[in-house]
């Protein structure tokens, strides 16, 4: 079955840089979620959309930014890095229109900025 | 306030014996979900089990199962046969009626052969 496709699964930048990370649903899923997970740390959320609307938004600095397009994938556009956003970076696809259901993660993309 | 509580950082099994990661939460809404994810060394989160708040028998997977007690706020995994590759971190997590996913801070489980 097909799951949660993120890309890339890694990236190395520099600080001051920029990075996008793409996210690509499990077809037919409709609501797709962003977390950042630092080491030893559980994840946090950062944003959520719901039919390429934002419905919900966490801890995402103003550096970053988000968006769903018309296919339903996500990118996380993230700028002027930091070494503090080394961290994996967890996308989250579920569909909303058969209520709570369950929530499948991608593999995630390991952010290391030097 | 802590929505997901996870009151064992670290847990020990013996192969092939059975273990509970025990997992608390805390919400006013009356339709919430549960989920349970595996997090091995190489860092995906892989979805175990999920139980809603108005299911009225516990969720299994396989060897997973989710005691869910409603009054008492908690939902524990019960992993049934340990095996090796059971070994990784185990997290709790909700989602609440406004679409917000909160984690627990993880159980880090090991299984000893």
């Known amino acids: 079955a097909a799951g949660v496709i993120q890309s890339p699964r890694h990236l190395i930048k520099e600080k001051r840089e920029t990075a996008t990370l793409k996210c690509y649903p499990i077809?037919?899923?409709?609501?797709v979620y962003w977390y950042q997970q630092g080491p030893g740390q559980d994840p946090q959320f950062l944003i959520s959309?719901?039919?390429?609307?934002?419905?919900d938004k966490g801890s995402i600095p103003d550096r970053f930014s988000a968006q769903q397009f018309s296919d339903y994938h996500s990118e996380l556009n993230m700028s002027s890095l930091e070494l503090g956003d080394s961290a994996l970076y967890f996308c989250?696809?579920?569909?909303?229109?058969?209520?709570?259901?369950?929530?499948?993660f991608g593999e995630g993309s390991r952010l290391t900025v030097l | 306030a802590q929505k997901i509580t996870q009151t064992q950082p670290g847990m020990f099994v013996q192969e092939k014996e059975a273990v509970t990661l025990d997992c608390t939460y805390d919400?006013?809404?009356?339709?919430?979900?549960l989920f349970w994810y595996k997090q091995p060394s190489s860092g995906e989160m892989i979805f175990l089990i999920y139980?809603?708040?108005?299911?009225?028998q516990n969720a299994t997977e396989g060897r997973y199962s989710l005691n869910f007690q409603k009054a008492r706020k908690s939902a524990n995994l019960v992993i049934s046969a340990s095996q090796l590759g059971d070994s990784a971190m185990y997290f709790c997590?909700?989602?609440?009626?406004?679409?917000?996913?909160?984690f627990g801070t993880g159980t880090r489980l090991t299984v000893i052969p």
């Open positions: 989250a696809s579920s569909r909303q229109a058969g209520g709570l259901g369950e929530l499948f």
């Open positions: 077809p037919r899923h409709d609501t």
């Open positions: 959309f719901y039919e390429k609307m934002q419905s």
């Open positions: 919400t006013s809404d009356p339709s919430y979900g």
């Open positions: 139980q809603g708040s108005y299911d009225q």
């Open positions: 997590a909700m989602r609440d009626g406004a679409n917000n996913l909160f």
